[in-house]
């Protein structure tokens, strides 16, 4: 059973930054394994922000692209989504990711709270 756990969201103004961090339980570095990150907004449905393969293949939605970068860090078990140039419509629950490409099997994170407000 794979735990992740998000940090690093909170209330930041337009234009600001922040970096979340999601730690895992289990060693991330395994070809099978690809990790994301998620967002949820109010009445809307989740949504993909960006994930990273083993290989360190990414992928951004448009909404981010050139705003928000993933990275990981194998020896720490730990992947980060920087999030620069905020705006209020990145306001979301942010969830970690691990999607299993083998078996197609999903771990989530509990998530963390984004809020971009003046």
């Known amino acids: 059973q794979v735990q992740l756990v998000e940090s690093g969201g909170g209330l930041v103004q337009p234009g600001g930054s922040l970096r979340l961090s999601c730690a895992a339980s289990g060693s991330i570095f395994n070809i099978y394994y690809v990790m994301g990150w998620y967002r949820q907004a109010p009445g809307k449905q989740r949504e993909l922000v960006a994930d990273?393969?083993?290989?360190?293949?990414?992928t951004y939605a448009d909404s981010v692209k050139g705003r928000f970068t993933i990275s990981r860090d194998n020896a720490k078990n730990t992947v980060y989504l920087q999030m620069n140039s905020l705006k209020p419509e990145d306001t979301a629950v942010y969830y970690c990711n691990q999607r299993n490409l083998r078996t197609n099997y999903d771990y989530w994170g509990q998530g963390t709270q984004v809020t971009v407000s003046s």
């Open positions: 990273i393969t083993t290989g360190e293949t990414t």
